[in-house]
Every structure is written in C-alpha cells, then in structure tokens.
C-alpha cells in the first residue's frame, strides 16, 4: 500500500524479473507490484466490454484498481456489476474509501471475506483470480459450477516463475476442468473456459 501511496498514479516500468516467456518485462507498466500491469487492467476491461457480462466476480480486491477497470467496462456496456472481495480488513478499508469515492461505484460491490466463504447467486459470466496465490486453485474449483460455460476465467500472477498459480492452471486443464492459454506478461495470465457444458 505505500508503494501505491508514493507512486500517487503515476506509472512505472514493471520490474517483476524477467522470464523465458517475458525477457522484457520492463516494456510492461504498473502502479504498484500488487495490481495488476496496466496493460492487463485495459485487457480486462477490453474482455468485459467484449463478452458483456451480467456478473464478474473478482477476487483479492487489494485497493480496487483491477475492480475499477472491470467497472468501466461495465458503464459502457450500460449493464452488470462486479463482486470483489479482499480478505484484509485493514486493505478492504482503503479500498472501500477509494470505490465510495469512484464515480464507478455503482457497477461495484466490495465484500470484506475470503473467497472460499464468499457466496454468489446467480451465473458468473467472467472470472478473475487475484487472491493470494496459494487458494486460487481451490478458489476456481469452488465457483467453476456457476460459471457460464461460454464465460472467462482469469487467473493473474501465472509467470514460469511465480508457478503456483502456472502449475494450478495446468493441473485444472488436467482433470478436464478448464481449457487455458497462457499469456506471456510480466507476471503471467491465464486465460481460461470451463470445459463442460460449452456450446
């Protein structure tokens, strides 16, 4: 978070170190090393104004940048809103005095709780998975029955070299889960669909 208050918005060149798939991570930028590169949040908000979803339910809100962009995508499609949730309370409360004071605010719902306690109603159209590493597996298994077959999943912090969240993507394709590419980022992103019931 201070990282976050001493940059006060202005970008800077991602420094994750560089991977065998993201020799330059340095081409990338971001506001702080917790949210998501900049250009992920415009590819987020890109796919939300691309698949139009009713619901996007995020996870690991931190300050509720990544929630803010999904909620841009949202206002300009004119329909749905956006679940997040973090588990700190002390990072939830930073984050629900940045979205009270957002414009945006309205396509947004923020919940103070752990994503495996969290619960939804309703059909999930886009997923995106920002937790804490070690749960983002459990995370997907837990919500997979309510995503939209023809939906996204997201799954950020999936580098060759952060490989828990890589190695929990791959496993889930595995079992017969999800289908996934993998997009070559600074931090890595999965980019994923459920497998059963797809039209």
């Known amino acids: 978070m201070l990282q976050h208050d001493r940059a006060a918005g202005a ?27 900049v250009e992920v949040l415009e590819f ?3 796919l939300v104004t691309t698949i139009k979803p009713r619901l996007v339910v995020e996870t690991g809100s931190f300050l509720g940048v990544s929630t803010e ?3 841009r995508g949202l206002e300009r499609n004119g329909f749905g809103k956006v679940i997040s949730c973090e588990y700190d309370p002390v990072v939830y409360e930073k ?14 719902e923020l919940r103070n709780e752990s994503s495996l306690e969290m619960k939804i109603e309703g059909t999930i159209d886009f997923f995106f998975s920002d937790s804490d590493m ?3 597996e459990a995370e997907v298994k ?23 969240v890589r190695d929990a993507a791959f496993k889930m394709e ?12 600074p931090r890595g992103l999965v980019l994923a669909q ?3 019931g797809r039209t």
């Open 194 to 196: 459920p497998r059963a």
């Open 44 to 46: 987020i908000a890109t």
């Open 142 to 164: 837990r919500f997979l029955p309510q995503i939209n077959p023809n939906g996204i999943i997201l799954m950020h912090d999936a580098s060759s070299h952060l490989k828990v």
């Open 174 to 185: 595995t079992e017969g889960l999800i289908s996934i590419i993998l997009l070559p980022t």
């Open 69 to 71: 962009w999904i909620a």
């Open 95 to 108: 984050a629900k005095a940045r979205i009270e004071a957002s414009p945006l605010s309205p396509w947004i």
């Open 11 to 37: 970008l800077q060149p991602e420094y994750h170190r560089a991977t065998p798939e993201c020799p330059n991570p340095e081409r990338w930028s971001m506001i702080d090393s917790m949210t998501a590169e």
């Open 134 to 136: 070690p749960i983002r």
